[in-house]
């Protein structure tokens, strides 16, 4: 009854920006953790970034200082901010978090379905 919707993807030039979008619905009791993965072909997952539900901010280092995580908790929902991107950024990005579904005791991670980010150059 959680789901998880990416939105905001698209082909830019390199040195362009996008903002990626993630909303969560459904039956939702808590979310903690938010974050941005993503896969290019042929590679493995790999985290990009993370925000607790605090505020703090935790980024990969091939993205610090060009991508900006936030998030809205009232609509729960969060974002990834992109700027100054590079060919080496395409790829499919998701979004996850760990969330208590509504009336549920257990915390379970999410993930969205991916988003085609490709930088042309």
């Known amino acids: 009854q959680v789901q998880l919707v990416e939105s905001g993807g698209g082909l830019v030039q390199a040195g362009g920006s996008l903002r990626l979008s993630c909303a969560a619905s459904g039956s939702i009791g808590s979310i903690n953790t938010m974050g941005w993965y993503r896969q290019a072909p042929g590679n493995e997952r790999e985290w990009v970034a993370t925000?607790?539900?605090?505020?703090?901010?935790n980024y990969a280092t091939f993205v610090k200082g060009r991508f900006t995580i936030s998030r809205d908790n009232a609509k729960n929902t969060w974002y990834l901010q992109m700027n100054s991107l590079k060919p080496e950024d395409t790829a499919v990005y998701y979004c996850?978090?760990?969330?208590?579904?509504?009336?549920?005791?257990?915390?379970?991670?999410?993930w969205g379905q991916g988003t085609q980010v490709t930088v042309s150059s």
């Open positions: 925000i607790i539900s605090g505020g703090s901010t």
């Open positions: 996850n978090a760990r969330i208590r579904p509504l009336y549920r005791a257990v915390w379970n991670d999410y």
